[in-house]
């Protein structure tokens, strides 16, 4: 009898005598008596494949100790190209792009390591490196990486976002809009599009356009409500152009929304410096 058959008859038993107790009220007490007998076999039966499976169990852990003592297996000679792993390689790609939300380049990089030694190539995992690289100002890398990404796939819009994004901070603003409006104007790639829009922002901010960097960021709201840099970016909008109450507006909204975050830090640490009467100082 196998396992499953034997719980099965000991659930068919279980069940049967759960039936009859729902009348036991009114039975003779034989029938009593014969329901409080097969209760007690039930649960001796029950009790006694119990420890039987636990010595199979302790029996099971010396062959776990056995097998530990045998000697190492030769390693295998490969045959062929390496196979990627792409299924283990997803957790990091996963973990690499929370980092990046979360505003930590440097774990987001050591994620996406893991993720190309386990997938070598791999598209996705190289673009988040790249973007990686680029949020901790390595532009060279970032651009090397991003030229791999290119050559295999044109048409790269994540690709495209972070390399406008590198023009701008180069001050390279014509190629930087170019980029960015490419990605803006496919609608396959959400989260590309989304940071199209925040970076586009930042584009027409440096160039002191005010009210046009503030409609970018209005809809990188609209895009990702939980992208609360596009917040901090319109509060400082507004105050660079001399409006401090909306910027203060802007900088509750983001603090608000989530003052755990990295962004909503920020908007709480602006905050607390318009209400202490300082000049909001903003980080490089």
Known sequence: MTLDELMAGLE??????????????????????????????????TEAALERLAELKESIRGLVERYKQLPAAPKPVPTGPPVADHLGSSTYIE???????????????????????LAPNDPQAESLMGWAQ??????????????KVLMRDPNNALARV???????????????????ARAIRQEEDRKAQLYANLYMGLVYLDREMFEDARSFFRRTLELGPNMLQAWWEIGRAFYLEGNASAAADAWRRGFDANRFNLWGERCGGALKQLDAGQPVTFPA
């Open 162 to 180: 972070n390399l406008g994004y590198i023009c701008l901070k180069k001050g390279i603003f014509g190629e930087a809009i170019e980029h960015l």
């Open 134 to 147: 680029m949020l901790r100002e390595q532009y060279d890398e970032a651009l090397y990486t991003y030229s």
């Open 95 to 117: 973990r690499g792009w929370s980092a990046i939300a979360a505003g930590d380049p440097s774990r987001a990089v050591k994620e996406l390591e893991r993720a190309l030694s």
């Open 12 to 45: 068919e038993r279980r069940q049967r005598i759960e039936g009859e107790l729902e009348s036991a009220a009114a039975a003779p007490r034989a029938d009593r008596e014969r329901l409080r007998g097969e209760i007690v076999g039930l649960f001796r039966e």
